[in-house]
Every structure is written in structure tokens, then in C-alpha cells.
Nanobody, 120 residues
Framework: QVQLVESGGGLVQPGGSLRLSCTAS????????MGWYRQAPGKERELVAR???????NYADSVKGRFTVSRDNAKNTVFLQMNSLKSEDTDVYYC??????????????WGKGTLVTVSS
């Protein structure tokens, strides 16, 4: 079955750290881009960080220098190391994977989301 399993969310105080992980099932292969998005109530889902199969990364301006995205291709897993967390980082974080299941077309797959709450 095709699925993305996210973990690592939770409650942390401002200035603290969390590490999110997302593992794609083996049904998704030839994965091109893996990344993390977040969405607050009433707002559009926005890019936090993403990483390509060859290691190129992109970050939202608001998280540059604080977050680091990485991946383990052998495990079909993408990570997001979140340091120096701020209250405005509070959101539901979603894993996004672009890859193949069957056929020649790349498709987008989303995780169910994991809640990150930054509060004292």
C-alpha cells in the first residue's frame, strides 16, 4: 500500500528543537523530491523545506539557518531538523513526496500531517 508515515511532532518550548521524519512505503519508488510543508488554519499550505534526489535543498526564508532537511534514500525517509523553534512555527507539518507507483508519470503523495506546537 502507498503511504507516508510521519513522526516527531509534539510540544516544545520556544528555542527548543524537534526532528520530524517521514517514511514512504516501498510502493513509491524513483522518488525525486521529498519535502515538508506546513499549514495554519485559514492559510494556504506553504513550503518549509525540500530536497531533491541529488541533494539540492530549498527553504522558506522564515526557517533558513534554523531548519535542515535531509534524506536517507535507502530507507525512503526524509527528515526535518528544527532548531531554535519559535511560536510562529506552530503548525501542522505535512510530508510531500514526488515519485512513481506504477507507470511513467510522477505523482504527488501527502502524509496525514503531524502537529508541532511551540509554546511556553
Amino acid at each position: 500500500q502507498v503511504q507516508l508515515v510521519e513522526s516527531g511532532g509534539g510540544l516544545v518550548q520556544p528555542g527548543g528543537s524537534l526532528r520530524l521524519s517521514c517514511t514512504a512505503s516501498r510502493g513509491i519508488f524513483s522518488i525525486n523530491v521529498m519535502g515538508w510543508y506546513r499549514q495554519a488554519p485559514g492559510k494556504e499550505r506553504e513550503l518549509v523545506a525540500r530536497i531533491t534526489s541529488d541533494g539540492r535543498t530549498n527553504y522558506a526564508d522564515s526557517v533558513k539557518g534554523r531548519f535542515t532537511v535531509s534524506r536517507d534514500n535507502a530507507k525512503n525517509t526524509v527528515f526535518l531538523q528544527m532548531n531554535s523553534l519559535k511560536s510562529e512555527d506552530t503548525d501542522v507539518y505535512y510530508c510531500k513526496v514526488q515519485g512513481l507507483v506504477r507507470g511513467p508519470e510522477y505523482n504527488i503523495y501527502w502524509g496525514k500531517g503531524t502537529l508541532v506546537t511551540v509554546s511556553s
